[in-house]
């Protein structure tokens, strides 16, 4: 059996602690990884560098991806992302604050699955990302590999 998982790829502690509640509420979840940077994100992914011994290991069933990240935007690690043949189908999400048409169309040329803005009202922002739970673990069909 696939396992269901999430890499949640966020710098905002607030955020973060917001995204696992929604999660653990709707107890959709097996698990959820963290990291907190783009290069930890391609190197958690690729097996590369401090994840180097990931490499081989499955892949999340999605990965919910903030644009504003330090060291490698969510911008690059999504193109990394696309060019690689491991990961080249995996479902991406970003979720950010933004609310630029840019940084959305940009998303989507880079080949993002969607693009969600994340909500100023707290209880909008548990209803969002529970609803991304269960539509990419539970209700999404993702290709096998």
């Keep these: 059996m696939t396992r269901k998982a999430i890499l949640l790829v966020e710098d905002n502690q607030q955020d973060?602690?917001?995204?696992?509640?929604?999660?653990?509420?709707?107890?959709?979840?097996?698990?959820?990884?963290?990291v907190r940077d783009g290069q930890q994100?391609?190197?958690?992914?690729?097996?590369?560098?401090?994840?180097a011994d990931r490499a081989g290991e499955s892949l999340p069933t999605v990965v919910l991806l903030d644009i504003g990240l330090?060291?490698?935007s969510g911008l690059e690690v999504?193109?990394?992302?696309?060019?690689t043949p491991r990961t080249a189908l995996l479902p991406v999400v970003i979720l950010t604050s933004s609310d630029e048409d840019r940084d959305r169309l940009r998303s989507y040329e880079n080949g993002a699955n969607s693009f969600v803005r994340k909500p100023l009202d707290f209880g909008e922002f548990v209803e969002t990302v529970a609803r991304l739970g269960?539509?990419?673990l539970?209700?999404?069909d993702a290709p096998q590999r």
């Design 16 to 34: 973060e602690f917001l995204i696992l509640r929604a999660l653990r509420k709707i107890n959709l979840v097996n698990e959820v990884d963290v």
């Design 78 to 83: 999504l193109a990394r992302l696309r060019a």
């Design 138 to 140: 539970a209700t999404n």
């Design 134 to 136: 269960v539509y990419w």
């Design 70 to 72: 330090p060291r490698l």
């Design 41 to 51: 994100a391609v190197d958690y992914l690729l097996g590369e560098g401090e994840f």
